[in-house]
């Protein structure tokens, strides 16, 4: 089934604890994205890669890291999370061809207390 | 003014009703343009793209008027499970393609 999977679909955390979420899509998608989504503010792009190695901000990137080493694969790390990272996060890839839609991951809940 | 902006709503309908939603967006760069649904704290899943010419799919329209810069969603014969968040998405080439997200309008269908 072609589909984008992240893990975990629920993460509590402490300010300052490491974490990685991962992302991982079966479709051979080259564009992979990571938005947040907050009450009233809707989806907000945190990084994109438009293939293996090329990565870039998206609006609102302080706090995370992304790395693309593998076409299926793109994590989002937050090295020092803090509690206004408290969302929900969702990986979204497409296809080649810039007028496709997204197709997104069942999402991530986070809580950073 | 945002990017892509919706009517949060909530539109609430009676079983069976007609329901059309707008959706505005200031870039005429925008290149492509999407509806998804979202059920509560799910993930987005694609409805429909909207084309330039209007686009129907089952009981769901879809509209795309660039002169005004608006797209819109009609949904006929509403069903309860036609209850959902409805995001307006529109892609924009601004260097590179953006996809921006309207922050959805609530709709609830009503037995």
């Known amino acids: 089934e072609a589909q984008v999977t992240q893990n975990p679909r629920y993460l509590i955390t402490v300010t300052g604890k490491k974490l990685t979420v991962t992302c991982s899509q079966n479709?051979?998608?080259?564009?992979m994205s990571w938005y947040r989504q907050d009450p009233g503010l809707g989806l907000r792009q945190i990084y994109y890669?438009?293939?293996?190695?090329?990565?870039d901000k998206g609006d609102v990137p302080e706090g995370y890291k992304v790395s693309r080493k593998e076409k299926r694969n793109f994590p989002l790390i937050l090295e020092s999370p803090s509690p206004n990272q408290t969302s929900l996060y969702f990986c979204a890839s497409r296809p080649a061809g810039n007028n496709s839609p997204l197709h997104f991951g069942n999402g991530t809940r986070l809580t950073v207390t | 003014r945002k990017e892509v902006e919706q009517d949060p709503g909530p539109f609430n309908v009676p079983e069976g009703a007609t329901v059309a939603f707008n959706c505005t967006y200031s870039?005429?760069?925008?290149?492509?343009f999407f509806w998804y649904r979202q059920d509560c704290r799910k993930e987005p899943k694609l409805l429909m793209s909207v084309y330039s010419s209007g686009n129907e799919d089952g009981r769901f329209t879809a509209q795309l008027n660039r002169a005004s810069q608006y797209i819109s969603l009609l949904i006929r014969d509403s069903k309860l499970s036609d209850s959902a968040t409805y995001l307006c998405v529109v892609n924009m080439n601004s260097g590179t393609y953006k996809y921006i997200f309207g922050t959805g309008t609530r709709l609830k269908v009503l037995a």
């Open positions: 870039n005429s760069a925008s290149q492509s």
């Open positions: 479709m051979n998608h080259e564009y």
């Open positions: 890669s438009m293939n293996v190695e090329v990565t």
